[in-house]
Structures are given as C-alpha cells and as structure tokens.
C-alpha cells in the first residue's frame, strides 16, 4: 500500500515541492547573506571606473587600492539641475538616485520630446565628482545614463578644466550584445574619446559618434568619435544620452553657470580660456585669402585689346590688289596652283604671302568668304573691286570663262 502512494501524482508533486521550497531558501539565503558584499562590490566597480574615466587610475588598480585613490582625489558633490548650481540639500554619501526616481518630489516625468535618451524620469539632483588640484577644478566627472539596444547604460563622462574637452567617457553597467553593442566597454574604443571636444563655441553640445571611421583631414574630427561596428543602435543610443546629459535639461545650465562663476565655491583653472574661443578668430581668416586673390582675375580684359592687332594685317591687305602688273605673266601658272584656297581655313597664311611670289595673293581675293566673320566687307568694295573688275578680280568670280579666252587666242 506504500509503494502505492509513493507512485501516486500527489506524492510526486509534494516530492518536487519541497525540493523547490529547499532550493529557494538556499538562494534567498545566498542573497541575504552576499548582499553586503555586493553592494561593496557595486560601489569598488563605480569608484574604479570613475579613476578610470578621470585618467587617475587604471582599471587593473586593486579593490584596496582603488578605495584609497578614490578618498584621495575624488570629492563629491550634489547639483540642483533645476538651479543649475551645487546643492547641499542632500548627501552625496547617502544619497540614492534610484530611490529619488521613485519619488515625485524629487524628480519629474520627460515629455517626449525632452526624453531623447529614453530614460522616462529624470531626477531633480544629481550626483557629480571632482578632481582638484591646488584648490582649482582639473576634471568634472558628470552620471549620464540612457537607453541602448537591450538595456540602460550607466556610465561617466568626464571633462577637463576648461569644460568642453572630454578627459574619458566609460560605462560601468550595461547589458547590450557582447562583441557588438557590449564593445562600449572595449578598451580600444575608450581610448578614443580624450582630447575631443564635447561642445562647440557657443557652448551647445557637439560631438558626434559617426557611422564609420573619423576622417582626420576633416575640420570637424575633433567632435567626432568612431561608431561601433555592427552595432548603429547602441552608438545612437551613446549619442542620445550626451546629447540630453550635455544639453539644457541635463547638466547644460549647471556648466554654463560654473563656466561664469569660476572665482566662486569652486574656482576652475584657466575656465577664462576655453579652447573653441580662438576657433571663430582664424575661421574668418580662410575666406579674407580667395578675397584677395579674386582680383587677380581682373587682368583678363587685357585680352580684347590682344585681338585687335589681328585686324592690322587685314589693312595691309589692300596693298596685295595694288600690285596686278606682274600678275598676266604668272597668270597661266597660278591657275593650276588655284586649289590652295584650301589651305586658308587650315591656317591664316597672309604673313608667308609676302614672302613668296604675290600671284598667289590672288586666290586671296577670294578672302571676302572670312571677312564677314571679322565684318569688314564694307571696306573691300571701296578699293578692292574697281582694281580687280578689269584684271583680276572677275577671273576670281568667273574663272571658267578665262580658260575659254585663254584657248581662243592660243
């Protein structure tokens, strides 16, 4: 009768129950018990990936050594981004940013319009980090957050003394596609971000995580980081969350009011000499050079008086009918040579004409066919044609009936 009940559904599934009653207390126990030291080991992740972010340590520093570098050199300290000022109303060292988003008095929903990073809720105090040396701000370490392909991600984003050059960009918690979106922790594609510029002179944000590689040749490479190959979704997700972070209602206004207020609760090295201030200055300078040099171009109407001199060989040509005498003994023999008539389209040979024997001058004649290109046919009626009617112009015009002639007498 035991082995009975021992095969029945319902000791099977009191069998399965206890065992998943077991196994959950052993888990809820692990949790309880590992609790502590996970939150330890949440805040030595952030505080090692600050160092990291700020150039102040490298991510291999030991857990010991990382808690001591931390107390060192970082200070933090709570921002009113409502105010756009440092805030003592909470405390850096208690304060929780997810519990605020929990609470509406200390943070309020996005329009969507507003939430471009995907974040829905945005706190009214955020919790910032800084790294001064002899009394004067050397790095800004600002929380960003925002929504990539598979989940939110955490990180900082940290700007040198002058508030507009990027010292590091890192993220201590995401969970995108290893090998593709999970590469923002990529060491290689770290390394990319110190030195560019995350705004531009009037202070609005501008850098750019462009599809592809950054071209150096180009003017603008300075605000441009390489995207993430294969992964477009979880570069414009990086985009999003600096351009809402850096922008009016992140910690815009906070920067802007610690950039005018540099001899204030925290004076800023050198805050007074940004480095995009000198960048209007030499841009105006490129097009002063093509105004100058457009000018250059002004000689050109030299040319039409170049043309004119083509004209004078044209008056000399008057002097070739002016000379029939020697034409009636050469006459049988420039007949045949008549055919070079050709040889004027080729070439304007009017220079070589003198040179040789002037009969050849007379296929000349035949000329007016160019002259009212250069509009002058009014000219060679004057003079040419009483001259060359009774010798040799109607031999020119009528050169069949010259042979008819020339036959009759022979």
């Known amino acids: 009768m035991s082995d009975t009940n021992k095969e029945s559904m319902l000791h099977t599934l009191r069998v399965a129950f206890l065992v998943c009653l077991a196994c959950s207390l052993v888990v809820a126990g692990a949790a309880l018990g590992l609790k502590p030291a996970q939150i330890v080991n949440s805040q030595l992740n952030k505080q090692r990936s600050i160092l990291s972010i700020a150039a ?14 931390f107390k060192e050199r970082i200070q933090a300290r709570i921002v009113d981004l409502d105010e756009g000022q440092f805030s003592d109303a909470q405390d850096p060292a208690t304060y929780d940013v997810a519990k605020a988003l929990q609470d509406n008095a200390l943070s309020r929903d996005l329009t ?4 471009i990073a995907s974040i829905h809720r945005r706190e009214r105090y955020a919790t910032v980090y800084t790294v001064e040396e002899g009394g004067a701000l050397k790095t800004l370490i600002l929380p960003v957050r925002g929504y990539g392909l598979w989940s939110t991600l955490y990180g900082f984003i940290a700007l040198k003394s002058d508030l507009q050059t990027i010292a590091g960009l890192g993220f201590y918690q995401q969970a995108e596609t290893a090998g593709l979106g999970g590469e923002v922790d990529n060491p290689r594609w770290k390394a990319l971000w110190p030195g560019k510029l995350a705004f531009n002179a009037a202070g609005e944000p501008d850098i750019h995580v462009i599809k592809g590689n950054v071209d150096a040749s180009n003017p603008n490479a300075a605000h441009q980081v390489d995207g993430l190959a294969g992964a477009t979704l979880t570069s414009k997700g990086v985009q999003h969350l ?7 209602n992140g910690f815009g206004p906070f920067l802007n009011n610690l950039r005018q207020s540099a001899g204030q609760a925290l004076p800023v090295a050198q805050a007074e000499q940004p480095a995009p201030a000198p960048q209007p200055e030499v841009q105006p300078e490129a097009p ?15 040319a039409a008086p170049q043309a004119q001199p083509e004209a004078q060989p044209e008056a000399a040509q008057p002097e070739v009918p002016q000379e029939p005498a020697p034409q009636p003994e050469a006459a049988p023999q420039v007949q045949p040579e008549a055919v070079q008539p050709e040889a004027q389209p080729e070439a304007v040979q009017p220079e070589a004409q003198p040179e040789v024997v002037q009969p050849e001058a007379q296929p000349e004649v035949v000329q007016p066919e160019a002259q009212p290109e250069v509009a002058q046919p009014e000219a060679q009626p004057e003079a040419v044609q009483p001259e060359v009617q009774p010798e040799a112009a109607q031999p020119g015009t009528e050169e069949q009936p010259q042979p008819q002639q020339e036959s009759e007498e022979i």
Not at 56 to 69: F, G, I, Y
Not at 242 to 248: A, I, K, R, S, T
């Open 56 to 69: 102040e340590a490298p991510e291999s520093t030991p857990n010991a050594e990382v808690q001591r570098l």
């Open 112 to 115: 969507a319009e507003e939430d």
């Open 242 to 248: 600096l351009d809402f972070w850096l922008g009016p």
């Open 288 to 302: 002063q050079e093509p105004a100058v040099q457009q000018p250059e171009a002004a000689p050109q109407p030299e």
